[in-house]
């Protein structure tokens, strides 16, 4: 026969018993019924046993997440069929690491997941604990004068270092919402690549202060290819322009598809060449011609 012992409590905030009581409430039991059920559960997850099945769910966790990242880095052109261990050479670890982090047999180090994580260019965060997005995404916000916003999309990584590639992206919906892919996947041998989100609406829809953006953004991409396209100054840098859905630029954000797609899969299409140059007039998406040529009066009326 189970002995009980009884116990008083004192001082106990007059708030907290308020919780007590609504969560006895709710169980049908008394407020020494909840208390005594409380420490019962937090007992339990204190027990070996318990923290040894919690180890496990977080092994076996972290390994679905591997798995995915290996999988999704296999869409990266140009292809990088790499395998566990391939990836453990890639990282700098020792196949048995990589093997077990991938098979959830082992614990796995933080140090070892960020290098994983940084040698299949995914989110830190994402791949130790599930929370957050797995897509290197940021915001890039276009203001102020163009020099500086090229300066800011050529700036290298802190890790990767500067890229050799962008990727301008406007959707095809009548927003035109703009997006950016800076690719450093060259100079690194991993699939390394940001997904920016703009703040810019290429069309009319934006209103007072997507008008005067745009302004930057016209004299940004003449500055960009007068500087990286016309005068051939660095061959290292390419630029490239896209028409998107919306539905792929989903697929993109969720990680079905990999953003270095677009790199060497999807031809370049030069709207990003003409919407500041009057000489040319390829009606890239409905409505073009005439949202240039009012964008462009309005920097010279300025």
């Not at 960009?224 to 490239?240: E, G, N, P, R, T």
Request: hydrophobic share 35%; proline share 4%.
């Amino acid at each position: 026969m189970q002995t009980t012992t009884r116990v008083s409590l004192r001082r106990v905030p007059a708030d907290l018993l308020s919780q007590i009581d609504d969560l006895a409430a709710q169980e049908n039991r008394g407020r020494e019924g909840e208390i005594l059920n409380a420490l019962q559960e937090h007992l339990k997850r204190r027990s070996p046993s318990h923290i040894s099945s919690a180890l496990q769910r977080d092994r076996m966790e972290l390994s679905k997440r591997l798995n995915w990242a290996l999988e999704y880095v296999h869409d990266a052109p140009p292809s990088r069929e790499w395998n566990q261990r391939q990836l453990a050479l890639q990282a700098g670890l020792e196949a048995r690491v990589v093997v077990g982090a991938f098979s959830g047999e082992t614990d796995t180090s933080f140090d070892d997941i960020f290098r994983l994580s940084d040698t299949l260019c995914i989110d830190r965060k994402w791949l130790s604990t599930g929370i957050g997005n797995a897509i290197n995404t940021r915001s890039f916000t276009i203001f102020g004068n163009a020099p500086e916003v090229v300066e800011r999309l050529l700036e290298p990584h802190d890790r990767w270092g500067k890229p050799h590639n962008l990727d301008l992206i406007r959707t095809t919906d009548k927003d035109g919402s703009f997006y950016i892919v800076r690719d450093f996947s060259k100079n690194t041998n991993i699939p390394a690549f940001e997904f920016l989100y703009t703040n810019i609406l290429l069309s009319e829809e934006g209103g007072g202060g997507n008008w005067r953006n745009l302004k930057t953004v016209f004299s940004a991409l003449k500055l960009l290819y007068s500087k990286y396209i016309h005068c051939k100054i660095d061959d290292d840098i390419a630029v490239f322009g896209h028409l998107l859905s919306n539905e792929t630029i989903t697929e993109y954000k969720k990680g079905h598809r990999h953003p270095l797609e677009l790199v060497y899969r999807r031809p370049g299409i030069g709207w990003w060449e003409d919407i500041w140059d009057t000489s040319q007039n390829y009606n890239h998406w409905p409505g073009l011609i005439p949202w240039r040529n009012k964008v462009l009066q309005s920097m010279k009326d300025q």
